[in-house]
Nanobody, 117 residues
Framework: QVQLVESGGGLVQAGGSLRLSCVTS????????MAWYRQTPGKQRELAAS???????NYQDSVKGRFTISRDNAKNTVYLEMNSLKLEDTGVYYCKAERLGSWSDYWGQGTQVTVSS
C-alpha cells in the first residue's frame, strides 16, 4: 500500500520559515522523481518544486531563492524548506511521487500552510 504522509505545516508570520516533510512507503523512493505542489486560494494546484532521483531540482519562479527541496533516500522522505514566507504562500501543500515509466503517480493528503501578517 502506497502512503505519502506530509507534516510540518502550520501558522507562521510573514518572513518566517517552515519545513515540510513527506514520508513515503510502498514506492521505490530512490528511483522516483518527487515534487511539492501547492493550492493557494483561488488558484489551481501548481508545482512549487521538484527533485529528480539524482537530486536535480526545479522551482516555480515565485519561490526561487526562498524554498529548497531535498530528499533523504535512506528515510524515504522528501522535504521542503520554506524561508522568507509571504502571505501569498498560504495554501495547502501536497507531496507527489511523480509517474515513472509504468508506475503511477501518487499524492499525499496535503498539509496546510498559513502565513499571517
Amino acid at each position: 500500500q502506497v502512503q505519502l504522509v506530509e507534516s510540518g505545516g502550520g501558522l507562521v508570520q510573514a518572513g518566517g520559515s517552515l519545513r515540510l516533510s513527506c514520508v513515503t512507503s510502498g514506492i521505490t523512493f530512490r528511483l522516483r522523481p518527487m515534487a511539492w505542489y501547492r493550492q493557494t486560494p483561488g488558484k489551481q494546484r501548481e508545482l512549487a518544486a521538484s527533485i529528480t532521483s539524482g537530486g536535480g531540482t526545479n522551482y516555480q519562479d515565485s519561490v526561487k531563492g526562498r524554498f529548497t527541496i531535498s530528499r533523504d533516500n535512506a528515510k524515504n522522505t522528501v522535504y521542503l524548506e520554506m524561508n522568507s514566507l509571504k502571505l501569498e504562500d498560504t495554501g495547502v501543500y501536497y507531496c507527489k511521487a511523480e509517474r515513472l515509466g509504468s508506475w503511477s503517480d501518487y499524492w499525499g493528503q496535503g498539509t496546510q500552510v498559513t502565513v499571517s501578517s
